[in-house]
């Protein structure tokens, strides 16, 4: 049970050159983990950041447990580990909570410095001495020493070997013991979602092709495959169709739409790799990106 | 949390950019030893300052302090007042050390100290920061230190320009002596030019309020 949303997106539409996220409609649930999945360009970054205030939106809003995004009443609840850690070069490890502990309301430097000591982040080390995953660590606990009620993470496994991975993941299970702690991560490794996250919103080209419970994306969409030509009337049912050369076809269906493909098919249930891909790549194929969003 | 960004931005200044905080002022030393006489190493602890409004943006880029500015609990408005006090700050310390160079130089010299000429320096000093400043903290706000870097060495090549035409035709040698002589016996000057260059700064402070708000970060 969900107790309000802490993040909402209404009719939020942000331009940047030849990229847009058009009027997306999105909440993210107080309690849960929420992962944000879409390939590369699908608008993840674009919509966390509105999300933080570091990009103003071309129309809508977002806002974050009640304020505008980006306000100073908000910004300290929210712990950000972005894809690059937001430290000089220069800063040694053990002087950065001295260093930027004033700027926030809550913060605490013995937790900060228990972390790096659990992260094993090597305290002497300069912040460009680190290698990716202690970089990562120390953005988390940066992030977690000023006692955020939101964590969010963007992209915060890319680059990180599987043990880094797990130990993020833990973590974040760590974070989350607290019922009243929320997580936003966005991630092209759709992989971690099913380990973690509770909530899905999946991003195509600029909109919101499903937002819920991740067990509910994986019960609204299958895989048909079929080994003859792709019935003229489930023409407009596939998404992302493959065809081989023998002439069957792969495709990613709404499992109400399964009866249009006939007796002669096989139907699979559709990792949400599968949905991210075929959705991916129906968009290419289409002149109106998006088009098959789900009602 | 105006005076916690600048706390924090003066120390990281001058912690992690010690070379480039020392090196201007050790300019001012020996430019003032150099050439001794009256405020001339007050005017140029004031330029130096105003040249090095740019290191503290191109750190920011490179830390991607920006970001963090704004995940933390200061707001942009603060960022940007606060980032002109450090810079007026530093600009001070400079132009303090020119004083305390210009007094030690004449003491060298054996000259009778001139007050009025250090005083009509120290006018001088703040109208180059209050123009230096004003001019390119905007900028640097609204575009970033790569975007605005380029467009910062018109204003210096355009000053540099002059200076070289006003050295080279003696327009100096003329006009200068009585500049100084005319702003000495006209105090009302000094106050219209505090006045002026206050409300320069604080025009373009709003000015880069209002751009940083819509800069993404």
Not at chain 1, 83 to 104: F, M, N, Q, S
Not at chain 1, 178 to 184: G, I, Q, Y
Not at chain 1, 252 to 278: E, Q, Y
Request: proline share 4%.
């Amino acid at each position: 049970m969900t107790t309000g949303d802490v993040l909402v997106s209404r009719q939020l539409t942000v331009r940047r050159n030849s990229f847009a996220l058009r009027a997306v409609d999105i909440r993210v649930p107080r309690g849960y983990v929420t992962g944000l999945v879409g390939p590369n360009g699908a608008g993840k970054t674009t919509f966390l950041k509105s999300a933080l205030g570091l990009l103003a939106p071309t129309s809508g809003e977002v806002t974050v447990l009640g304020h505008p995004a980006g306000s100073a009443a908000v910004q300290d609840r929210i712990g950000v580990v972005l894809d690059r850690t937001t430290a000089a070069p220069e800063w040694r490890v053990e002087t950065i909570g001295r260093r930027i502990g004033k700027l926030y309301r809550r913060w605490d430097e013995q937790q900060y410095r228990g972390l790096l000591d659990r992260f094993d982040v090597p305290p002497r080390n300069r912040v460009d001495g680190l290698s990716r995953g202690q970089t990562v660590k120390l953005s988390i606990a940066i992030a977690l020493s000023h006692d955020p009620e939101i964590l969010v993470l963007d992209e915060p496994t890319s680059g990180l070997d599987p043990v880094a991975r797990r130990d993020l993941a833990d973590i974040i299970r760590e974070f989350m013991l607290d019922p009243a702690h929320t997580t936003v991560f966005s991630t092209h490794i759709t992989s971690e979602l099913d380990d973690l996250a509770d909530w899905i919103v999946v991003l195509n080209s600029g909109t919101v092709v499903f937002d819920g419970m991740l067990h509910e994306l994986h019960e609204k969409y299958a895989i048909v495959r079929g080994a003859g030509p792709l019935p003229a009337a489930a023409r407009a049912a596939a998404i992302g169709a493959r065809f081989d050369a023998q002439g069957g076809y792969e495709a990613l269906i709404r499992v109400d739409d399964t009866a249009k493909f006939g007796g002669d098919v096989v139907i699979d249930g559709a990792s949400t790799d599968d949905i991210v891909v075929h959705f991916a790549e129906h968009s290419h194929s289409t002149s109106h990106p998006g088009s098959e969003v789900a009602a | 949390m105006i005076v916690a960004f600048t706390r924090f931005d003066i120390i990281n200044f001058a912690t992690t950019q010690v070379r480039r905080v020392l090196l201007p002022l050790l300019f001012v030393i020996a430019f003032g030893l150099a050439v001794p006489g009256g405020g001339v190493p007050v005017l140029v602890g004031a330029t130096v300052a105003v040249v090095s409004v740019s290191y503290l943006f191109q750190a920011d880029e490179r830390g991607l302090l920006d970001t963090l500015y704004a995940t933390t609990s200061v707001s942009r408005r603060d960022v940007v007042i606060g980032r002109y006090l450090t810079i007026i700050f530093y600009a001070i310390v400079a132009a303090a050390l020119g004083v305390v160079i210009s007094l030690v130089g004449d003491a060298i010299d054996h000259h009778s100290f001139g007050w009025p000429v250090l005083a009509t320096a120290l006018l001088g000093a703040f109208v180059v920061i209050a123009v230096g400043v004003s001019a390119q903290l905007p900028i640097y706000f609204a575009l970033g230190f790569t975007k605005a870097r380029p467009l910062m060495f018109i204003p210096i090549l355009l000053v540099g320009g002059v200076g070289v035409v006003v050295i080279q035709f003696g327009v100096l040698k003329r006009i200068g002596g009585d500049i100084v002589s005319w702003t000495m016996n006209n105090p009302a000057i000094d106050a219209i030019g505090l006045v002026v260059g206050i409300a320069l700064l604080m025009l373009s402070a709003s000015i880069a309020v209002a751009r940083y708000a819509r800069r993404e970060l």
